[in-house]
């Protein structure tokens, strides 16, 4: 008999903390508020850019769009010549800041022409995880 008291017992202790995980999970109705990011621009072109003039850099505005607070995960660029540098501290709703893009154009000393490199921002916008913003321009070779 006292067996049985045991067993029923933690029975339903084990049905209490099943019963009571259940109630603290989220409704799946609660609307959760993100961040959303925005830039100032997708397309950035140096045009000419003599190979011998040095590091050509430009801004774009970052900014969180959502109502939420929007993480940066990771900056990354698609070569080395390239470079992109910002605080990557998350944004509050509605704050911007500047994302400083620089090119080398003698990172490759021996090519010239017409080039193209990208930009990555991974973030926590849930529709838009990873942003990219390309970079155009034309490599004019340096004159011997």
Not at 18 to 23: D, N, P, T
Not at 66 to 77: A, M, P, W
């Amino acid at each position: 008999m006292q067996r049985i008291l045991i067993i029923l017992t933690a029975l339903s202790i084990g049905v209490a903390v099943v019963w009571l995980g259940y109630k603290t999970l989220p409704e799946d109705n609660v609307e959760v508020i993100n961040g959303h990011i925005g830039v100032s621009a997708l397309l950035v072109d140096f045009g000419d850019i003599d190979q011998d003039g040095g590091i050509v850099s430009t801004t774009v505005e970052v900014s969180n769009t959502g109502e939420g607070v929007l993480e940066i995960h990771r900056l990354s660029t698609s070569c080395g010549c390239t470079t992109a540098q910002m605080n990557e501290s998350p944004l509050s709703a509605g704050e911007a800041r500047t994302l400083t893009i620089e090119f080398d154009p003698m990172a490759h000393p021996d090519q010239s022409g017409p080039i193209t490199r990208v930009i990555y921002i991974q973030s926590s916008d849930p529709g838009q995880p990873e942003l990219e913003i390309d970079i155009t321009g034309n490599v004019i070779p340096k004159i011997l």
